[in-house]
């Protein structure tokens, strides 16, 4: 059987180093070396802020590291087919249960590799952390190595997943704990999970750092899709440090702080988490029987990213209604989807049958709402308990 971990790994994990390394001062990230034994494997557990967090962790442990990462990275683009080969990332496709990226892990493990997660799946969105799923518990039962907790504190207030450009502030990470196997067997199943959710939540908005820039609001309709103040949708409209209503006039402002302002006295969110919960009421409550289209968006472009290879499928307006998603011309039952993710900015991801689809749309295209919508129509999400990572569980309607 072909070994997983190959020397090559090694070689460019050292020369492309100082690359990250300068990428960490564009970002002005900061870390330190971190002394791990030489002769031990692990599996590294991180919270996930930015799109460079597999670089930056490579910067502070020095070694070989095999990251799980979405299939949204594979592609036939050269530096994509470089990176594959570079690197030997393990690839894991979102919405399912892939027993094939389970496999690659424990070849890894037994090969001596350290392997990598980011157990949220998701980059933030907002400075709240994601569900964690409890398999990482058995995860760690069956891979059998020491595990550590990497935390990164700022990057969600240095590049808002939301936003574009890069914000002035403090970003660093480093390892916050180390459980051997020892500790990890000592704990019950409900103990290890605890453990590790609480070992890489990270709040930024709790740290009284302050992230500087004239746009800090700008794109903040990519997450945000209805008004507080007339449960408008689809009406918010950033600009420079605010976001306002085009119905009603209302209008907030982001801060340094990572925190939400206005001079409407009724605004009742001080943060980016209380407004993305106030949505996740609205689309749980929504009487679906007085709404045909739930949300529709103009000028969106629909790819097929089954294989490496997108094949464009469909371009137009995208309409998602209770029973059929569409695109232009192509359209499919909504009891066919049973996955999805958000992807950077203005595109989401999902999966129905044995095929993946991208749909992309404009700058300001909001992907999050087809996705929370997903859990009120797509039959198979529902019954699974719904996407727990975007916060919307249908059991709780």
Not at 68 to 74: E, N, P, T
Not at 83 to 98: C, E, H, S
Not at 180 to 192: G, I, K, T
Not at 284 to 306: G, I, N, P, S, Y
């Amino acid at each position: 059987m072909q070994k997983y971990v190959k020397l090559r790994h090694r070689f460019y994990f050292s020369v492309l180093r100082p690359v990250a390394q300068l990428l960490a001062c564009r970002y002005r990230f900061k870390t330190k070396k971190e002394k791990l034994d030489k002769k031990q494997n692990y599996l590294i557990l991180s919270n996930h802020q930015s799109f460079l967090d597999p670089a930056f962790v490579g910067i502070s442990i020095r070694r070989p590291i095999y990251f799980v990462a979405s299939d949204a990275l594979w592609s036939n683009k050269w530096y994509i087919r470089l990176l594959l080969y570079a690197f030997g990332p393990i690839r894991i496709r979102k919405g399912t249960v892939d027993i094939s990226c389970i496999r690659a892990m424990y070849s890894v493990v037994k090969e001596g590799g350290t392997v990598a997660i980011f157990p949220e799946g998701n980059r933030q969105w907002n400075d709240s952390c994601f569900h964690i799923e409890r398999s990482v518990v058995k995860l760690i039962r069956l891979l059998k190595v020491p595990v550590v907790l990497y935390n990164f504190h700022g990057g969600y207030g240095v590049q808002p997943r939301w936003g574009n450009g890069i914000r002035k502030g403090k970003y660093t990470g480093g390892i916050r704990e180390i459980l051997s196997v020892e500790q990890c067997n000592a704990f019950s199943d409900d103990e290890l999970y605890e453990k590790i959710v609480g070992g890489l939540k990270v709040v930024d908005s709790e740290s009284g750092e302050l992230y500087r820039s004239k746009k800090r609001a700008e794109y903040l309709e990519r997450e945000l899709f209805v008004c507080p103040k007339c449960a408008s949708q689809d009406t918010l409209v950033s600009s420079g440090n605010e976001i306002a209503c085009t119905k009603c006039g209302f209008s907030a402002r982001y801060g340094e702080d990572l925190r939400l302002t206005s001079a409407d006295p009724t605004f009742p969110f001080g943060r980016l988490v209380d407004w993305y919960e106030y949505q996740l009421r609205y689309v749980r409550e929504l009487d679906l029987q007085k709404k045909e289209v739930l949300c529709a968006d103009k000028h969106v472009r629909l790819f097929d990213k089954t294989t490496q290879e997108r094949v464009p499928v469909a371009e137009g307006e995208i309409a998602l209604g209770k029973e059929r998603l569409s695109v232009g011309d192509w359209s499919i039952s909504t009891s066919e989807i049973f996955g999805g993710s958000a992807n950077d900015g203005n595109k989401f991801s999902f999966n129905a049958g044995d095929r993946s689809y991208i749909v992309i749309g404009d700058e300001r295209f909001n992907g999050i709402k087809y996705l929370l919508f997903f859990n009120r129509v797509c039959e198979q999400i529902v019954k699974k308990g719904g996407d727990k990572y975007y916060g919307l569980d249908p059991s709780e309607r």
